[in-house]
């Protein structure tokens, strides 16, 4: 049985290119989306991002930049239902 976990080993940097275990305080690990549905329930909030700037998961999606720029305006130009669906999706994760 294969169960996609929807997330990434990688590590966000400020321009550089060093190995795996090797982050300062400029850099943090992408976690997986897998069980990113239960975030509400079990950590009694739904702030989002490495800062928490975000309230919610489309917060989240449109705060992003950088590599993930082309992304974010995908969504960008999704239908009000096209994103409630992309929503629903994540949280049932």
């Given at each position: 049985m294969i169960i996609?976990?929807?997330g990434t080993r990688?590590?966000?940097a400020i321009a550089?290119?060093?190995p795996d275990f090797a982050a300062d305080g400029q850099e943090?690990?992408?976690p997986p989306l897998w069980g990113i549905g239960l975030?509400?329930?079990v950590n009694k909030h739904t702030f989002f991002l490495h800062d928490g700037r975000a309230h919610n998961l489309m917060e989240a999606i449109l705060w992003?930049?950088?590599e993930a720029q082309a992304s974010?305006?995908?969504v960008q130009k999704l239908s009000p239902d096209e994103r409630d669906a992309l929503v629903a999706f994540l949280e049932s994760l």
């Open positions: 996609p976990i929807y990688e590590r966000i550089d290119h060093r943090w690990r992408t975030v509400k329930n992003h930049g950088g974010t305006e995908f």
